[in-house]
């Protein structure tokens, strides 16, 4: 079956800078890769997804990128802000397959 | 409604004990799914509801768990015979699409925190 696995699973960055989360898949036919910020205390939401027919996609400061070949996907975030600090979860779907299959999580820390 | 509803939002129960949790899906979504997170960990799958099809159940940790939707709605995730070990945040989830070739946006509840003790 599919696996996701995620890192790192903790970053800390100085607020300003850029942070990268990376996420690799096993399945092949996968074809849906969103990305969910679970800020402390809070539920997880979704900030970003993406879909296996196209390599990019941005909204204002974060960015997701896909390489099937390689089989892994990444959040970008710049411009890294206090409130970017939360735990952030990747996931990964197939068409066979309604569950959506997910990292194990990135808490990210933004030193002021 | 806003959004998917969770209650109670905290339930403190003695080991032993069964406990109901609740989730009220956003109207319209025919997915539902339910998870289970302890403390500082990752999303933890439990089961499965698609419209009018037999609930996936592979993710329930054990037969003291098991869970059921109503009329396509209501869910209701019931423990039985509380352990310790199953104290955490138990996660609920709606979906407008889902199924072959169209996963959509997973909508969360605030999660109901579960205390065995």
């Known amino acids: 079956g599919e696996n996701v696995e995620q890192h790192p699973s903790t970053l800390s960055v100085q607020e300003g800078d850029s942070a990268v989360i990376k996420c690799t898949y096993s399945?092949?036919?996968?074809?849906?890769f969103p990305w969910y910020k679970q800020e402390l205390g809070k539920r997880p939401q979704l900030i970003i997804d993406?879909?296996?027919n196209v390599g990019e996609k941005k909204d204002q400061r974060i960015a997701v990128t896909l390489n099937k070949t390689a089989k892994h996907f990444s959040l970008h975030i710049t411009e890294t802000q206090p409130e970017d600090s939360a735990v952030y979860f990747c996931?990964?779907?197939?068409?066979?397959?309604?569950?959506?299959?997910w990292g194990a999580g990135t808490k990210l820390i933004i030193k002021p | 409604g806003a959004g998917v509803s969770q209650s109670p939002s905290n339930k403190v129960t003695e080991k032993g004990k069964d406990v109901e949790l609740r989730c009220d899906p956003i109207?319209?979504?025919?997915?539902l799914y339910w998870y289970r997170q302890s403390l500082g960990q990752g999303l933890e799958f439990l089961i499965y509801?698609?419209?009018?099809?037999?609930?996936?159940k592979s993710g329930l940790p054990s037969d003291r768990f098991s869970a059921e939707r109503t009329g396509g709605s209501v869910s209701t995730l019931t423990i039985q015979r509380t352990q310790q070990e199953d104290s955490a945040v138990y996660l609920c989830?709606?979906?407008?699409?889902?199924?072959?070739?169209?996963?959509?946006?997973?909508?969360f509840g605030e999660g109901s925190r579960l205390t065995v003790l």
């Open positions: 989830a709606s979906s407008l699409l889902a199924g072959t070739g169209n996963t959509g946006e997973l909508f």
């Open positions: 109207s319209g979504h025919t997915a």
């Open positions: 509801f698609q419209g009018n099809s037999a609930p996936d």
């Open positions: 399945d092949s036919a996968s074809n849906y």
């Open positions: 993406i879909r296996s």
């Open positions: 996931a990964a779907s197939s068409p066979s397959n309604y569950q959506l299959i």
